[in-house]
């Protein structure tokens, strides 16, 4: 999964945030990784996150290399977060409420069928694009890229 988004188009070359791809693998293994973490990482050690893969054979160290390199750069570990057992963007049959209201937000509805013909990283960028306490601003270009809009 090394796919990044064209609503991420503005700092992917250099990595300055964290790419949802890297995000969705935090949420995988249970890392709260701060963006003042992420920018003390080198270049190279920002590409590695994107790139180590992170499934459930691969969790444990894709968790233990992030943790690593917080330590080696903060001098603390990050803090581990639960590990949702049945997250809401493997879950092709259910829209989300937040996500919902989202879309009424700005005037559009998000279909079951839709809903299920993303991918579970798209269903993950959505869900964060969509949370109350998040800024929002790429929700409507990320359903415009994912052809919902």
């Not at 991420?8 to 890392?31: H, N, W």
């Not at 943790?67 to 803090?79: I, P, R, S």
């Not at 829209?95 to 990283?121: C, F, N, Y």
């Not at 798209?122 to 990320?142: C, G, T, V």
Request: glycine fraction near 2%; hydrophobic fraction near 40%; aromatic fraction near 10%.
């Amino acid at each position: 999964m090394n796919e990044f988004f064209q609503f991420e188009a503005d700092f992917v070359e250099s990595l300055r945030c964290i790419p949802m791809q890297v995000r969705y693998k935090l949420d995988t293994c249970g890392v709260k990784l701060k963006l003042s973490h992420w920018t003390q990482f080198s270049a190279t050690e920002r590409q590695a996150l994107v790139e180590k893969p992170c499934s459930c054979e691969e969790l444990t160290a894709y968790r233990e290399f992030l943790q690593q390199l917080v330590q080696q750069h903060t001098g603390v570990a990050a803090k581990e977060l639960p590990i949702d057992p049945h997250p809401a963007w493997l879950n092709g049959t259910e829209v989300p409420r937040d996500l919902i209201v989202k879309a009424e937000e700005v005037g559009m509805t998000i279909t079951l069928q839709q809903w299920h013909s993303l991918t579970p990283l798209q269903r993950f960028a959505l869900i964060k694009l969509s949370r109350p306490s998040h800024e929002n601003k790429n929700f409507i270009p990320a359903i415009q890229e994912f052809h919902l809009l």
